[in-house]
């Protein structure tokens, strides 16, 4: 989307991803797809309302604690959220369509949302990498209750540290406190 271009910092970073493939004649083969991840400094609310798109496909399939109806209440805040966080950075695909994106304030990784049909490709990896290598990430939350979530911070590199039986809204969601 050549509008968007306009939105992104100059700090880009592009890589290739294998994506497997099956034939209809079963033999498998893996192609390459471009992905590139830069940091957003205009955020137009065309802009942003696609990231809340993400935000709500990634919810939906990684946090099932939550019901349709706390969804769509935490949805309301999620603009505001991507509006007020210091370091917004999105990885899109090829066509230029944002398909994650992680907020950073600090040193500490605020959220790291991925649509679901790039969950598995190594995009998440890749964005930690490059929080920790350009923004310096040392530390995270993740909620008990997204096991994956937790499991993949711990494979980058993460530990827990503090555990509260809340979350930062008072919802008994208990909160996992991780560093490197």
Not at 13 to 33: M, P, V
Request: aromatic content about 10%.
């Amino acid at each position: 989307m050549a509008e968007d271009e306009a939105h992104k910092a100059h700090i880009q970073y592009t890589f290739n991803i294998l994506i497997w493939q099956t034939r209809i004649n079963g033999i498998s083969e893996y192609t390459e797809a471009t992905m590139k991840i830069a940091e957003v400094k205009d955020r137009k609310p065309d802009f942003i309302n696609r990231l809340v798109e993400v935000w709500e496909d990634s919810v939906r399939v990684t946090h099932l604690f939550l019901s349709d109806s706390e969804i769509k209440n935490i949805k309301e805040y999620v603009p505001k959220a991507l509006n007020g966080i210091a370091h917004l950075i999105i990885a899109e695909d090829e066509a230029g369509c944002p398909v994650a994106f992680m907020g950073i304030e600090g040193d500490t990784l605020e959220m790291l949302f991925i649509a679901p049909e790039e969950r598995g490709k190594g995009l998440g990896k890749r964005l930690i990498q490059y929080g920790i290598e350009n923004y310096s990430i040392e530390k995270l939350t993740v909620n008990e209750q997204n096991p994956q979530a937790k499991g993949f911070y711990e494979h980058m590199g993460f530990r827990v540290y503090k555990r509260t039986d809340l979350d930062e809204q008072g919802n008994p969601y208990p909160i996992l406190y991780m560093s490197r």
